[in-house]
Nanobody
Framework: QVQLVESGGGLVQAGGSLRLSCAAS????????MAWFRQAPAKEREFVAF????????TYADSVRGRFTISRDNAKNTVYLQMNSLKPEDTAVYYC??????????????????WGKGSLVTVSS
């Protein structure tokens, strides 16, 4: 049974930083591309960042590029999202996600095979 468990969310002031972690189990982690999505209240779930199996390829949503960094540690079965220069509009539940592929980009909810339960990030102004 595949499980993705996010941690690291919380309340932070605008301009601050947080690092989210997602621990994966039940799959051969090094074979899977990973991604982060987010969903703000009353909004649709949206893509944030993608990383391929090796960490050698990443993509970002325009709204977070230059502020967020996705990375992974295949020895720890964990993917990270470092979030800097946070803005109130970054407030959302952040979800870890994976597909059945190692390199195909995950950037829409339709690409996702498994979801985590989410971690709430609140950025105050």
């Amino acid at each position: 049974q595949v499980q993705l468990v996010e941690s690291g969310g919380g309340l932070v002031q605008a301009g601050g930083s947080l690092r989210l972690s997602c621990a994966a189990s039940g799959l051969t982690f090094r074979n899977n591309a990973m991604a982060w999505f987010r969903q703000a209240p009353a909004k649709e779930r949206e893509f944030v960042a993608f990383i391929n199996w090796s960490g050698g390829s990443t993509t970002y949503a325009d709204s977070v590029r230059g502020r967020f960094t996705i990375s992974r540690d295949n020895a720890k079965n964990t993917v990270y999202l470092q979030m800097n220069s946070l803005k109130p509009e970054d407030t959302a539940v952040y979800y870890c996600a994976t597909s059945r592929f190692s390199s195909r980009v995950i950037n829409t909810p339709d690409d996702v095979l498994y979801w985590g339960k989410g971690s709430l990030v609140t950025v105050s102004s």
